[in-house]
């Protein structure tokens, strides 16, 4: 394994490795040579050694940029004692190593397209949005406690951050679709894509990107509309696997819902691609962080409310816990009825009310998420269409909630 990073990232320096005096003084050889003696001394001596073979190779590595009469760059030595290390990773975790080591050379070969994307791909916006996230991602993300806290315990603060950072991670799934193949195709593809990962808060990332660019309107609208068929699709994932009956008993509202998601979703999508406006730039912010700040305060305050309903009347029944459920996930929902379909507590028709209900419960919270982000233009577009799939759910069960 020693021997193959060496190989590997040795090879790749040497094409890099110039001609004359002002090449590398660095190649494959050497950076074979400096994985060996890494693993060698490992192996031979522990860690003293290693650690003694390593200040060698930065000694070395050192005097040999001194003397080079080249650019002042520093990428090769590192990378020199990056594989001196690697090296002696390969004798205790081998796997992990050779993984690091293509890392590192995919990273030296992307040179030149890298150094093209820092400098006139990205914009300063999107370079500050990134460094948001990432903090946002790496830095505050694991300090936040994940345990319940709040009024009725209904606040996990952990789960919380985490829609913050799927939202904003939704904007940013938008932003790129859209510099890509423009805003009245990449919004919507973006919008049907995300909302398997959730779609009120894509709804809450388009609006967001509807109210800071109205000629977005129509194609953010379409993309809202158009992330519902996820919800549908997922919910049919959720009761095949839970239990068989109990899709197959709903089978005809899903497809009512998905049809006429799909239906009103093409709808805005073809206005999109017929509107003549492109003045979405290939700039500016990637995503709202006050979006999904508010988005999260919205949710938070969802919670607390469903936790006090539960508190002051108890477990009144299936229908009312998955009206609850629904405010916040009707996946969940769903799951908690089949489960007792499932385990013969319930039949599968007496299923599909509850079942219903937590999605008409949560498509209520998407309507509120919508005007909160998007404001009224967009709500005014966006919520006819979150009802018109609702309804068709329900016209769907109506004769199942009839015969039953």
């Not at 940013?172 to 890509?180: C, I, M, N, S, Y």
């Not at 009120?200 to 993309?223: E, H, N, Q, S």
């Not at 969802?302 to 002051?312: D, Q």
Request: proline letters at 4%.
């Amino acid at each position: 394994m020693a021997l193959g990073i060496g190989l590997l990232i040795g090879a790749e320096r040497e094409r890099r490795k110039g001609e004359g005096p002002s090449r590398s003084p660095a190649g494959i050889r050497t950076f074979t040579v400096a994985s060996l003696a890494g693993a060698v001394s490992l192996l031979v001596g522990g860690e003293a050694l290693f650690a003694i073979a390593t200040a060698g190779v930065i000694l070395l590595t050192g005097v040999g940029y001194w003397r080079g009469q080249r650019d002042p760059g520093l990428t090769t030595e590192l990378a020199l004692i990056v594989t001196t290390l690697l090296g002696g990773l390969s004798m205790q975790n081998p796997a992990l190593a050779a993984g690091l080591a293509v890392t590192v050379a995919c990273v030296l070969a992307a040179r030149l397209p890298l150094h093209r994307f820092v400098r006139f791909a990205i914009t300063e916006d999107e370079l500050k949005d990134a460094l948001i996230f990432a903090g946002a991602t790496l830095v505050v993300l694991p300090l936040v406690p994940d345990r319940p806290m709040g009024p009725y315990g209904a606040l996990n603060p952990h789960s919380i951050w985490v829609l913050v950072i799927l939202v904003m991670a939704i904007g940013a799934a938008g932003h790129l679709a859209v510099r890509v193949l423009g805003p009245r195709v990449g919004l919507p593809i973006a919008g049907l894509a995300s909302g398997f990962i959730s779609s009120t808060a894509t709804i809450a990332a388009m609006g967001a990107r509807a109210a800071k660019t109205t000629d977005a309107l129509t194609a953010a609208v379409a993309a809202a509309v158009l992330s519902t068929i996820a919800t549908i699709v997922q919910m049919a994932l959720v009761l095949g696997v839970t239990s068989i009956p109990t899709l197959r008993m709903l089978s005809i509202p899903l497809i009512f819902a998905g049809l006429a998601a799909v239906v009103y979703g093409g709808a805005s999508m073809a206005r999109a691609l017929r509107s003549k406006t492109e003045s979405e730039t290939q700039s500016g912010r990637v995503f709202s962080l006050t979006t999904a700040l508010i988005f999260a305060l919205t949710l938070s305050g969802v919670l607390v409310a469903s936790a006090a309903l539960r508190e002051w009347f108890g477990e009144a029944g299936v229908i009312l816990a998955a009206a609850l459920a629904g405010l916040i996930d009707t996946h969940s929902a769903a799951i908690s009825v089949a489960s007792l379909v499932a385990s013969g507590k319930m039949s599968a028709v007496d299923a599909v009310f509850p079942i219903l209900v937590g999605l008409s419960t949560n498509t209520a919270s998407k309507m509120i998420v919508a005007g909160i982000s998007g404001g009224r233009p967009f709500a005014l577009r966006v919520i006819p269409g979150l009802v018109i799939v609702v309804l068709a759910a329900w016209a769907g069960a109506l004769n199942i909630l009839v015969s039953g």
